[in-house]
C-alpha cells in the first residue's frame, strides 16, 4: 500500500521524513524491510550513512539489497566503485545498474554493453531495460547510442522498447535503419514518435 500511495504521489516530504525515523534501532526487522524497500522507489530523506549501515552483514539479505537499491539516489564514490565491480560478473544486474544513476560517469557504457551482451533471457533484459533507461534518463549522453541498440535489438516488450528509442531520439543518435522500422511498430507510441521526427528530419542521424 505504501508503494502505492508513493507512485501516486500522495506521500508528502514530511510524511517520508516521520517514515525514515522507522529505521532506528528499535524497530522489527520487518518494518525496516518495508521503510527500504519504500525508499528504492523514492530518495531517503535521511543521510545516506544511515542507509549505509544496513548493508552490514548482521542484517538479512532482503534488507541488504533494499538499502543497497536505495543508495540509487545518493552520490557516492564507494558506492560505485561496488555497482562497477559486480556488473562484471553478477546474475543480477539490474540492482547494481540502479546505482549508477546517480553515479553514471562517461565510458560506462563500455561496461554496460559487455552487460547487455552476457544476457538473452526475456527476463533479465526487460530488468536491464527499466534500470538502464533510468540511468540514461538521468545523465544524457550520446554514449548511450551501444548499449541501447543492443538491448533494443533483445526486446520484445513494446512499453521499454519505446522508452529506448525515445533516449536514442532525444540523444541524437537514433539510427536511420531503426528509424525505418519504428514506422511499422506494433506499439502506437512508438509509430507516433517516427512520425515527430520525420517532422523534424533535421534531428535525423
Known amino acids: 500500500m505504501v508503494r502505492k500511495y508513493v507512485l501516486s504521489g500522495t506521500l508528502t516530504k514530511k510524511e517520508l521524513k516521520e517514515i525514515s525515523k522507522l529505521l532506528n534501532e528499535n524497530s522489527s526487522e520487518k518494518t525496516k524491510s518495508k521503510v527500504l524497500s519504500l525508499f528504492t522507489i523514492v530518495k531517503c530523506p ?39 565491480e559486480k556488473l562484471k560478473t553478477t546474475i543480477d544486474p539490474r540492482k547494481h545498474l540502479e546505482l549508477l544513476k546517480s553515479n553514471y560517469k562517461e565510458g560506462d557504457s563500455k561496461l554496460i554493453l559487455k552487460t547487455v551482451n552476457r544476457f ?53 543518435v537514433l539510427p536511420k535503419s531503426v528509424l525505418a522500422e519504428m514506422k511499422y511498430d ?6 507516433k514518435l517516427f512520425h515527430k521526427i520525420q517532422r523534424k528530419a533535421g534531428n535525423i542521424r
Open 120 to 172: 538473452k533471457d526475456e527476463h533479465k533484459i526487460e530488468e536491464i531495460a527499466i534500470s538502464l533507461c533510468e540511468v540514461y534518463e538521468n545523465n544524457s549522453t550520446k554514449e548511450c547510442k551501444k548499449p541501447l541498440l543492443a538491448l533494443y535489438l533483445k526486446m520484445n516488450c513494446a512499453i521499454h522498447r519505446n522508452s529506448v528509442l525515445n533516449l536514442l531520439h532525444n540523444n541524437d
Open 46 to 84: 535521511a543521510n545516506k550513512s544511515l542507509l549505509k549501515q544496513y548493508l552490514n552483514k548482521r542484517y538479512s539479505s532482503s534488507i541488504r539489497d533494499y538499502a543497497y537499491e536505495a543508495l540509487s539516489f545518493f552520490p557516492d564514490n564507494e558506492i560505485r566503485r561496488k555497482a562497477i
Open 186 to 191: 506494433c506499439d502506437e507510441d512508438t509509430r
